[in-house]
């Protein structure tokens, strides 16, 4: 997996609504196991959404469960995460990352390869 750019990332109020999207223009293919993660100031990276190729399985940290979609063109090699009723908490900076590991879970491996970030800041 080569360079990874994200955009999408804004200022909205809670309820709104964001796309992000994650592009490997560099790449042939999308990774297997691609995903979102988050860090707040202060606070750990957390793992947001993940999806294995062709989105045969997808994953969700339970605080956005029924309000993200992670989706997946591999024609246009891009990850999208769409964000719904956006909260206040949701608030961070959002970084695409691949090739992961995808089992029970996401998560990064030696390899990996991360995003500059896109900004997310959802006021009250």
């Known amino acids: 997996q080569g360079e990874l750019v994200e955009s999408g990332g804004g200022s909205v109020e809670a309820g709104g609504s964001l796309t992000l999207s994650c592009a490997a223009p560099g790449s042939p293919a999308m990774s297997l196991c691609t995903g979102w993660f988050r860090q707040a100031p202060g606070k750990q990276r957390e793992g947001v959404a993940g999806?294995?190729?062709?989105?045969?399985?997808?994953y969700y940290t339970d605080s956005v469960k029924g309000r993200f979609t992670i989706t997946q063109d591999n024609a246009k090699r891009t990850v999208y995460l769409q964000m719904n009723n956006l909260k206040p908490e949701d608030s961070a900076m959002y970084y695409c990352?691949?090739?992961?590991?995808?089992?029970?879970?996401?998560?990064?491996?030696?390899?990996?390869?991360w995003g500059q970030g896109t900004r997310v800041t959802v006021s009250s």
């Open positions: 990352a691949a090739p992961l590991t995808c089992d029970s879970w996401f998560s990064a491996r030696a390899d990996t390869n």
């Open positions: 999806i294995l190729a062709g989105g045969d399985r997808t």
